[in-house]
DNA sequence: TGTGCTTCTACCGTTACTTCA
DNA sequence: AATGAAGTAACGGTAGAAGCA
């Protein structure tokens, strides 16, 4: 394990506390308004005193991760740019992402504190991440299941072929009846014929598996 | 114990920006 | 230099889970 890896599970461990209140959504301007909202009506009630204190904690929150993000976010006319990752960043996201797909709210900010991002990219990094992967998955789900579909057209395409032959030749149609009779064993997978019963010497309860024989029907 | 509310988080679809051929 | 395609950071909305009163 390298020193990344080693302070990153130090973090893990130690990075809980102000975490859980830490709204990490920097620019959910729809959440935040929602809880000033419900400390306008009801001051009295200890769950809005307890939203008041996370948008306190909200606002710091902001206010330190707007300094360590700040050459990250913003251009001369203070519109959000978007933002191109480090080569070092985007690795180290990269390996946190190996050891967990998801991230919980301590590795989050430990990794955030640690690539001097927010919180809130460090999420949405996850989230493209992950996406990304699942994007990449139904691709290749998608040759293999193209593969085996070309594959079994082609077999298909010889039975067929097979199958034109066959009738080609010139067969009495009492053979053809005949085979059309033939079953085959659900139970040990075996073609016998009309008339010549199922001879399994292996078998004790040979009566029990004939009742489960079906007739398939050769057209 | 059931219910309603709040918060958090994952996911999805989309947008907008960057990079590259 | 202009442009279109691909990659991706970021956003907004939604749903489900969990905690609490």
Same mark, same amino acid.
């Given at each position: 394990m390298d020193d990344y890896h080693k302070s990153f599970t130090l973090d893990l461990n130690? %990075?809980? %506390?102000?975490g859980s209140y830490v709204? !990490? $959504?920097?620019?959910?301007s729809l959440a935040s308004s929602k809880n000033e909202l419900t400390i306008g009506l009801n001051h009295d009630n200890k769950a809005n005193e307890l939203s008041l204190k996370r948008v306190h904690e909200e606002q710091e929150a902001h206010t330190i991760e707007e300094e360590i993000a700040i050459d990250t976010t913003n251009d001369n006319n203070g519109c959000t740019k978007k933002l191109r990752l480090t080569k070092e960043q985007s690795t180290m996201l990269e390996d946190a992402f190996k050891l967990h797909n998801t991230i919980n709210t301590a590795q989050k900010r430990a990794l955030a504190e640690k690539l001097n991002l927010k919180q809130r990219q460090v999420e949405v990094w996850f989230q493209n991440r992950r996406a990304r992967t699942k994007l990449k998955q139904t691709e290749v789900n998608y040759m293999f299941l193209k593969k085996c579909h070309d594959k079994l057209s082609e077999e298909n395409l010889i039975l067929k072929k097979e199958l034109e032959e066959l009738r080609a030749l010139k067969v009495g149609p009492s053979n053809i009846t005949q085979a059309s009779k033939w079953t085959i064993c659900s139970s040990c997978k075996k073609i016998w014929k009309p $008339?010549? %019963?199922? !001879?399994?010497?292996?078998?004790?309860d040979d009566v029990v598996r004939k009742s489960s024989y079906s007739t398939i029907e050769i057209d």
């Open positions: 130690l %990075g809980l %506390g102000l709204q !990490n $959504n920097v620019n959910k $008339n010549e %019963g199922h !001879n399994n010497e292996d078998d004790d």
